[in-house]
Nanobody
Framework: VQLAESGGGLVQAGGSLRLSCAAS????????MAWYRRAPGKERDLVAL????????YFVDAVQGRFTISRDRTKNTMYLQMNSLKPEDTAVYYC?????????????WGQGTQVTVSS
């Protein structure tokens, strides 16, 4: 499984961006997908996740009500719609896919996309 993020960029505070994460290779076993971010000088932290069907989603408190997550299974793509962006949302955003395997699971990561929010 390969993951490729896109959609990052520079935006002013209050603006919006939509990130995409396209899965390729053998994505059919992918179950949960998630977005993480790493701010400068900090650890990589979970932002949001969605189950396979997209019927269950989770957001950390810092983005609740501002970000939405969705999945298009026909395109093997996950999206993160980010609204009302704040300077503290500045980070490299990574997508992660969990593939269920016979022995458990395997996690795959994208290369990351930079989001910069100016004040």
């Amino acid at each position: 499984v390969q993951l490729a993020e896109s959609g990052g960029g520079l935006v002013q505070a209050g603006g919006s961006l939509r990130l995409s994460c396209a899965a390729s290779g053998s994505p059919f076993g992918i179950d949960t997908m998630a977005w993480y971010r790493r701010a400068p000088g900090k650890e990589r932290d979970l932002v949001a996740l969605a189950n396979k069907s997209g019927t269950y989603t989770y957001f950390v408190d810092a983005v609740q009500g501002r970000f939405t997550i969705s999945r298009d299974r026909t395109k093997n793509t996950m999206y993160l719609q980010m609204n009302s962006l704040k300077p503290e949302d500045t980070a490299v955003y990574y997508c992660k896919a969990r593939e269920l395997t016979r022995g458990g699971f395997s996690d795959y990561w994208g290369q990351g996309t930079q989001v910069t929010v100016s004040s």
